[in-house]
């Protein structure tokens, strides 16, 4: 009786057995494909996230929080500094991307006293640290308000720091993502490179802070008394006008101020249109004072 498993028969079985060995790795390795780009997208929300936290807090305090010394999420211990670890705990995020790790922070130190600090440094343009190279659009190193920096899933440079390096042996952008020196890099994963980088923009921030408005003053009433313009805000001396003379000053929006008949904080206030004390705000502000 003949065998129903012939030689040909063998033969097919072997070719479906190759055949389903090779779609069993194509599988693994498609799916091992799928799982890289979940984490990094999941790490990427992550990362906008905290800038969004960040953005939200200094629309609320007038600043930028500092940075944490260590992974432990928060700066009310203290140890707050212009570079370190992502303050999870205070902002109220989550403590880690997707890959379990505290994200890399640095901010500009002028951005973290107060918002009269932080809106004239920006105004005034910010320069030094962090500085960004952006691969996406330039080769040239430029200075941003804050940098935030998910290490990736390895030490894809094999440095020994999970935070990686590039040089120009990659073509023309380079940074250094273990310290941000000379600049951080945001850059297309590679065999070199895992990094994901955002970053608030100085623009970006000044857009969500600062306000400024005109205060004009017109001491225009004759009666002979030096007018002051004192900002009770931030407890500042804006200046004096002299009778039948204005003065001008660009004031951050939301400033209370009060005109006074002498520099100093026993100064009488003055009759003025409108009556101060008042806050200057939305728009350009005249404000003509009156001697009593």
Not at 12 to 30: C, K, N, P, R, S
Not at 82 to 93: E, M, S, V
Request: net charge negative; with cysteine; hydrophobic share 35%.
């Amino acid at each position: 009786m003949k065998s129903p498993v012939s030689g040909f028969t063998l033969i097919e079985m072997a070719i479906v057995m190759v055949v389903i060995g090779l779609l069993a790795g194509g599988g693994t390795f498609v799916m091992g494909m799928l799982t890289e780009r979940k984490a990094r997208n999941e790490s990427i929300d992550y990362l906008y996230q905290a800038k969004e936290a960040l953005l939200s807090y200094a629309s609320t305090q007038g600043t930028l929080p500092q940075a944490s010394a260590n992974t432990d999420g928060t700066v009310t211990d203290g140890d707050g500094q212009a570079d370190g670890f992502f303050p999870y705990l205070d902002l109220k995020l989550k403590p880690t991307d997707f890959y379990k790790r505290v994200l890399k922070y640095e901010i500009d130190p002028n951005l973290d006293t107060d918002l009269a600090t932080t809106c004239n440094a920006l105004k005034a343009g910010l320069v030094g640290d962090p500085d960004v190279v952006d691969a996406d659009g330039s080769v040239s190193a430029f200075p941003v308000a804050a940098v935030l920096v998910s290490s990736g899933p390895m030490d894809a440079d094999g440095d020994g720091n999970i935070f990686d390096v590039v040089t120009s042996a990659v073509g023309l952008h380079e940074g250094d993502n273990t310290d941000g020196d000379p600049n951080y890099l945001r850059y297309p994963p590679n065999d070199d490179f895992d990094d994901l980088v955002v970053y608030i923009g100085e623009y970006e921030l000044y857009s969500v802070l600062c306000d400024y408005v005109t205060l004009a003053v017109n001491n225009s009433c004759g009666a002979g008394t030096d007018a002051y313009a004192f900002d009770v805000t931030r407890g500042t001396l804006l200046g004096q006008v002299a009778p039948s003379n204005t003065d001008s000053w660009e004031i951050l929006s939301g400033t209370k101020v009060e005109i006074r008949d002498g520099p100093g904080g026993g100064a009488s206030v003055l009759a003025s249109k409108p009556p101060t004390p008042l806050i200057v705000a939305g728009k350009d502000k005249d404000v003509e004072t009156c001697a009593p």
